[in-house]
């Protein structure tokens, strides 16, 4: 059995041929084969503490958190695991079939560079009105890479699709010209890759005369699961618990939006421990993940899942779909399903844990709510309405698309009436 030792200062994080190596000694040849050519085209880095405490080996490939974040073929269709296959051991040809593959997996969904990036500003998005997210470019890798990723795009090193700011400065002349933004998400990546006096340079930034205006600071992180030590015990975990402090005691409000997938990434004593710290620093605790086939698509998990973080300290707040991006196909649910699985799991929790929004679909014009399927004079339909939105007059109005078992996201949504084309069709 391999041992991977973790140390303070190093997360030891395993890609490339360590990973293939890695899933040969523990699986065997076939699956290290998958590993070697779809790792050729979606990033894939695993830190030691998933290795070593989350994954169970004997399960494998089964395990959900090994489908969570280990290469499977299926993540490229037939054609295209067999074109990258063909073309191992021909550098040339082989960065061509990769670029192609890659270009045809819809890298930046929902307008993220077409639409959400100001102008000369290529390291913030815009989308809504009151919140700016802030991509430090010291930030933009992960200690592990969920295999599901929307943000895939960010991690394999094509400057033409990754969005990365420099520093503070752009970051804070931005928001002193935008007075309307009340909440800014500084995310990645992930932000706590980052050495705390680095992650430090933004955060006071937003705390400075000028910026009055933002009340909200959130860190968005998949540290806890991951990388646990970087908040408990780590070479500067003190350090980051005393930058939180610093800002709940400046009288704005700090929230960790929390990545979890699966109630086993919060049974590490060493997790809980990093949560009780990082709670007991004052700031707000949330959690998001979305709703993936071979991962958490039974309502059993999410109920587990969100009960074990009330317990913890944590609010639940989004269930995501899947986005159109990358491994679509092989994460992807039907809307209808993940309505299901939403429904059942929030009605097996208590009124604290039933704080989670979804299903919930980020789509171009907005975060849209899938609140069932109903059976209108028109026919059956999904009813839905936007949670956020590009266009705020459409916040909250409901509105219907005709329901079809086999869609997954918004595009393949058809208006049912009239009325629901403002909604649909003029927001795509």
């Not at 307008?111 to 700016?132: I, W």
């Not at 618990?241 to 086993?264: I, K, T, Y």
Request: aromatic share 8%; charged share 25%; glycine share 8%.
């Amino acid at each position: 059995m391999t041992t991977i030792e973790s140390t303070d200062r190093a997360v030891n994080s395993i890609s490339g041929r360590r990973m293939v190596e890695l899933v040969r000694t523990r699986c065997g040849d076939d699956l290290a084969r998958d590993v070697e050519v779809v790792g050729r085209v979606l990033p894939f880095k695993v830190s030691a503490h998933v290795v070593e405490n989350l994954i169970d080996w004997h399960a494998a490939p089964e395990d959900p958190l090994y489908r969570l974040l280990f290469p499977h073929r299926d993540m490229l269709t037939a054609a295209d695991f067999g074109l990258v296959e063909r073309a191992l051991g021909e550098p040339a040809r082989l960065r061509q079939v990769v670029a192609d593959v890659r270009s045809r997996l819809n890298p930046h969904p929902g307008g993220q560079l077409t639409r959400n990036v100001p102008q000369d500003q290529s390291g913030l998005q815009h989308k809504y009105a009151e919140t700016v997210l802030v991509f430090p470019r010291q930030g933009q890798t992960c200690h592990s890479y969920c295999a599901y990723c929307f943000r895939w795009a960010q991690f394999i090193g094509e400057p033409g699709l990754k969005l990365a700011v420099d520093g503070p400065e752009e970051m804070s002349a931005y928001l002193r010209d935008h007075r309307e933004v009340t909440d800014v998400l500084l995310t990645g990546g992930d932000p706590l890759i980052m050495k705390t006096d680095r992650l430090a340079q933004y955060v006071n930034a937003l705390l400075r005369p000028g910026l009055e205006h933002i009340r909200t600071i959130r860190i968005g992180t998949k540290a806890l699961s991951f990388h646990p030590a970087r908040v408990a015990g780590g070479a500067d975990a003190a350090e980051l618990l005393r930058l939180a402090e610093s800002v709940v005691d400046s009288g704005r409000q700090l929230a960790f939006m929390l990545h979890f997938s699966h109630p086993r990434e919060l049974e590490p004593e060493l997790t809980r421990t990093a949560l009780r710290l990082l709670r007991d620093t004052g700031a707000q605790l949330r959690s998001q993940a979305p709703v993936v086939r071979h991962v958490n698509d039974d309502a059993a998990i999410w109920a587990r899942m969100w009960t074990n973080q009330v317990n913890a300290g944590i609010h639940p707040y989004y269930m995501f779909v899947e986005r159109d991006t990358g491994a679509q196909h092989y994460f992807g649910l039907p809307l209808t399903r993940a309505h299901e699985i939403y429904r059942d799991a929030i009605s097996q929790v208590s009124g604290l844990a039933r704080t989670a929004r979804g299903p919930v679909m980020s789509a171009t014009p907005g975060k849209v709510v899938i609140n069932g399927v109903v059976d209108l004079p028109h026919g059956r339909a999904f009813a839905l309405h936007f949670l956020q939105a590009r266009d705020p007059a459409l916040v909250g109005r409901p509105f219907h698309a005709k329901w079809d078992p086999a869609a997954q996201w918004w595009d393949e949504l058809v208006p049912l009436g009239s009325n629901d084309k403002t909604f649909i069709e003029e927001n795509s």
